[in-house]
């Protein structure tokens, strides 16, 4: 199975900050790289695929890059709506295996 | 809007059974490959099982096959998990998700997901 690993497992920001989270992968994984979020007592949500690519509603704040094995999710000008939890997931491989997440607090 | 509803979540003993079902909207529904995904609390998200537009090579987690059989009714717009010899790890919140498009292979993601339905298997 394709291991993923992010870092770091919580970070806490301020307003406005620029927030960035890895994603390694235990092999290369082409672009097959996706991002969600999850609030407490909610469902996941898509917020990147395919790397880089962000769904209609997801602000342009939110950014993501890399390719073989490494990734980052950057969130810039941080805002108060962004806290949660972030989980990368690979779909080249079947199973298709998720990071441990990243838990995201506002100071 | 597309929605997936799931429901059958329950307490049951070990080694019990359970089927667990997903009723999609707003979607042309044989379009798409589905998959479902659990998260234990407090854990990340696993991919359970995955299956084909036309309900064909249904995949599964190794920590599931053979206990567990996931189908598909395109008439009624649902999947199925059909759970069998549960155990206690087998505990988890259970979501459904829409994949890409029809089929479960490389260059998939889940979107959307359901809301869950928890399972918990206890004595």
New interface residues.
Partial sequence: DIQMTQSPSSLSASVGDRVTIACRASQSISNYLHWYQQKPGKAPKLLIFGVSNLPNEVPSRFTGDGSGTDFTLTINSLRPEDFGTYYCQQSYDAPYTFGQGTRLDIK | EVQLVESGGAVVRPGGSLRLSCTASGLRFDDYGM?WVR?APGK????VS?INWDGSSP?Y??SVRGRFTMSRDNDKNSVYLQMTDLRAEDTAFY?CARL?DGS?G???????????TLVTVSS
């Fill in positions: 998959s998260q990340g998200p696993e991919w995955g995949g987690a190794d979501y890409t479960t490389p260059y998939n993601w889940f979107d959307p997901w359901g809301q869950g």
